[in-house]
């Protein structure tokens, strides 16, 4: 319970907002939100991904 630096966050599509992907990021090393470019299975294509909020 000491090290809780890692946050879980999920990436959605900024194009249809569904979430596609949930990752794990450090709180201390990242401060900006990610964005990715990643395939999107409800567009059928890459777009760009954003991080959405932390997941519990
Ligand atoms: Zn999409």
């Not at 890692?6 to 979430?19: A, H, T």
């Amino acid at each position: 319970m000491a090290k809780s630096n890692r946050i879980l966050v999920g990436l959605v599509c900024k194009e249809c907002n569904q979430q596609n992907y949930v990752t794990v990021r450090s709180k201390i090393n990242t401060q900006e939100p990610l964005k990715l470019r990643k395939f999107c299975n409800k567009c059928k294509k890459q777009t760009d991904h954003k991080e959405k909020k932390k997941l519990d």
